[in-house]
């Protein structure tokens, strides 16, 4: 959506918020990327943070594409930052449940 069809009042109107759509939609992309691996055997911290790798390289070249090939939008390093951020917060909260998990299934069995 162009910046310029964004409502300039309410929720809309807070400083910076655009960046706090960006981590909260950058953190639930790597969430329901991991998901489905949840319980599988393929899950391990390490393809959670593989997940989160490719969620910032989309972020990064999605700013890129903005900057050359698009006209009404632009390149915000601070939109690829706050996607960085959102990213490695879902891989934070998806390692942390994951290896809660793992602590119960040991204690079961």
Known sequence: MSGKKIPHSGIFSIPNFDKFVHAS?????????????????LASARL??????????????????????????AFDFWDMLADTVGAFTGYLCINFW???MLRKQQAIG
């Open 25 to 41: 939609l950058f953190g639930m992309q790597v969430l329901l990327a991991c998901f489905p691996f949840f319980r599988s055997s």
């Open 48 to 73: 959670f943070f593989k997940i989160a790798i490719c969620a910032v390289l989309y972020g990064i070249a999605m700013e890129f594409v903005q900057k050359y090939f698009t006209t009404d939008r």
């Open 98 to 100: 994951y290896k809660r």
